[in-house]
């Protein structure tokens, strides 16, 4: 086999290998978004202004462990929850992992606590927006029954 030709179906099985992963990565987050949306009490489209750290959590021999961070965003669109043009938030990292801060826009689902803040549940509930990702926001806020439900 002649090394033009072996180089050609290298290069077409690596086109092919990776448009799959694209299409699985987008199934992901399809089904992602939609469960989010559905589980939680708040989902928008944001875009992050500020954060600051605002809790320090300590063990038994009082190192850190973790370190809530308080987020402030623009809220560009709500999907599902209380109309309002500003959130603040809560996300909570392992002590030495600083907040990761998008500059895009991002869709976001929240839970109350019982003092009533938002909250980020895990570290899946922030994904960068897509047309398509906010479609599928969209549509699965129409389809949620219970605007009420709790995360725990």
Known sequence: MSRGI???TI????FIFSGKAFADDDLFFEKL??????????SA????VSVEPVADIRSGSGSIGYISYKFIAEVEKVFKGLLNRQIEYYVTYEAGIKPIISK???????C???????YVPDNGYRIDATDKFITIA???????TDNKKTCQ
Request: glycine content about 0%; hydrophobic content about 40%; overall charge neutral.
């Open 6 to 8: 072996l180089r050609t």
């Open 104 to 110: 895009q826009s991002q869709i976001i689902s929240l």
């Open 11 to 14: 290069l077409i099985f690596i």
């Open 45 to 48: 489209l944001i875009k992050t």
């Open 33 to 42: 978004i939609s469960n989010n949306v559905n589980e939680t009490e708040y």
């Open 112 to 118: 109350l606590s019982h003092d009533k803040k938002l």
């Open 138 to 144: 969209e549509e699965a806020a129409s389809k949620s």
